[in-house]
């Protein structure tokens, strides 16, 4: 039966020894500082934690710095209350007044109280936590979750507790929130210093739905254009009427311009006005003489 705290201790020597997967840093003069570097190690420690928990990992993290972060606040504001308002407790007392209180020394002792307060209150439950969790790698039905939970809280201090709630309480309700791999980070970083373009987005391209260039498009794009006005629809009087028509404005839409461009078709000859009102009452025949008998 292998001992739970050996099997522990291997996991965070495997975190703590794990190779960076992604492209080599050593080349690349613009990122060779220490600190970048020591930087991308941590996002990349941080990121293979990460993404090992579960929604119900997550949600007892959420807990977890949820109740450290009210530890804190309990802790470091009680300390400031105590700093601040004995002398005005103890002044009260003796002279049934507060005149004489040293109000901005108090202040600031109650703010180095507050300070102190807030980490020692946080460090206390967080090492109580810490220790829960270790008990919970004896248990029989133990999966590994305690041993996720524990090497995640180990990597992240009390310091930012609330921060750290924040985070696992909106990636338990949406996964798709969790920190991105580092590796592609760097790999965008290092495809834009040696000028390689990323490809496109959705919405930048010219022809995202492949309107215009889909197959047989240049075959059949003449067919939803708008034609010229026929004699037909000149001599409906059902449907068309003198006074509401002008076959002089027909417009045309040039599709290939993606529809910006509207010009007006100057192709259809003139029509006179004795030629208009012979096709709206349907008369044949020549125009009369324009000639005086």
């Known amino acids: ?14 975190f703590n020894n794990a190779e960076p997967l992604g492209p080599d840093l050593d080349h690349l003069e613009e990122i060779q500082n220490p600190w970048l570097r020591a930087s991308y190690k941590s996002a990349l420690e941080f990121f293979q934690r990460d993404n090992v928990l579960d929604t119900a990992d997550r949600e007892t993290l959420f807990n977890n710095y949820a109740a450290l972060t009210r530890s804190e606040l309990a802790g470091g504001w009680g300390a400031f209350a105590a700093v601040f308002g004995t002398p005005f407790a103890y002044q009260y007392y003796k002279t049934k007044g507060i005149r004489g209180v040293q109000v901005p020394r108090n202040f600031i002792f109650g703010l180095g109280a507050l300070m102190l307060g807030t980490w020692i209150s946080g460090k206390m439950v967080y090492a109580k936590q810490l220790d829960i969790l270790q008990k919970q790698f004896y248990e029989p039905d133990n999966t590994n979750r305690a041993y996720r ?11 930012e507790a609330a921060r750290w709630a924040g985070y696992f309480q909106t990636t338990a309700i949406n996964p798709a929130r969790k920190v991105v791999d580092p590796r592609l980070k760097f790999q965008n970083v290092e ?31 003449g067919s939803n254009m708008p034609t010229k006005a ?10 068309h009427s003198f006074e509401n028509s002008n076959p002089n404005d027909v417009f045309q839409i040039n599709f290939e311009d993606d529809g910006e461009n509207i010009n007006k078709n100057n192709n259809i000859p003139e029509v006179s006005a004795w030629e208009k009102i012979r096709r709206q009452n349907n008369v044949d025949g020549l125009p009369p003489s324009s000639s005086k008998e």
């Open 1 to 14: 039966m292998n001992d739970p705290l050996q099997t522990q201790s291997n996991n965070n020597s495997n």
């Open 149 to 159: 939970q524990y090497n995640m809280m180990t990597l992240l201090p009390p310091g």
């Open 191 to 221: 495809n834009k210093i040696e000028g390689k373009v990323p490809p496109s987005g959705f919405l930048s391209q010219r022809d995202p739905m492949n309107l215009y260039s889909r197959p047989g498009y240049e075959k059949n794009k």
């Open 230 to 239: 026929t004699d037909t629809m000149a001599t409906d009087n059902n449907t």
